[in-house]
């Protein structure tokens, strides 16, 4: 089963949910891009997903076009703009869906408060890619 979480910066959202992909099921194909990659996958996400148990340090944003003629089984947005300028793929992709999150990477505050807003986000995105996956995607053959 091949999968694209799609983001804006592929640097938080799209990265944490392509980490728990990976983390329930290592045979899934999931990738992770963005529609304007971010040069880097951010710090806070890095040591929050570590955190979860799941190492995400080796993840590099990628431009959404290096796929755009590939097959998905899934294509999953996480933020409302990827949402919203989400390409054509010249691929089939069989389930295009929208999950959406708030971008952690927005948050304002002390470092303290910073760094619950991404676990806040992490949680939730553990949570609904969760019930995804147990629901959906097993039952699609993506054990």
Do not use: W
């Not at 728990?20 to 040069?39: C, D, I, M, Q, R």
């Not at 996480?78 to 927005?106: Q, S």
């Not at 470092?111 to 969760?130: G, K």
Request: glycine letters at 8%.
């Amino acid at each position: 089963m091949k999968i694209l979480v799609l983001c804006t910066g592929n640097s938080c959202r799209s990265q944490m949910a392509e980490g728990f992909l990976k983390h329930f099921n290592p045979e899934l194909e999931v990738v992770s891009a963005g529609t304007e990659p971010s040069s880097e996958v951010h710090p806070k996400a890095v040591q929050v997903m570590a955190e979860a148990g799941i190492d995400i340090r080796g993840g590099k944003p990628k431009n959404v076009s290096q796929f755009i003629n590939d097959s998905f089984d899934y294509v999953i947005t996480v933020c409302d703009d990827a949402n919203e300028t989400c390409p054509v793929f010249l691929g089939e992709v069989k389930r295009r869906l929208h999950i959406g999150f708030e971008d952690p990477a927005k948050a304002e505050g002390t470092e303290d408060e910073i760094y619950s807003e991404f676990r806040r986000i992490r949680d939730e995105i553990h949570e609904r890619f969760s019930e995804l996956y147990h629901e959906e995607i097993l039952s699609e053959g993506g054990a």
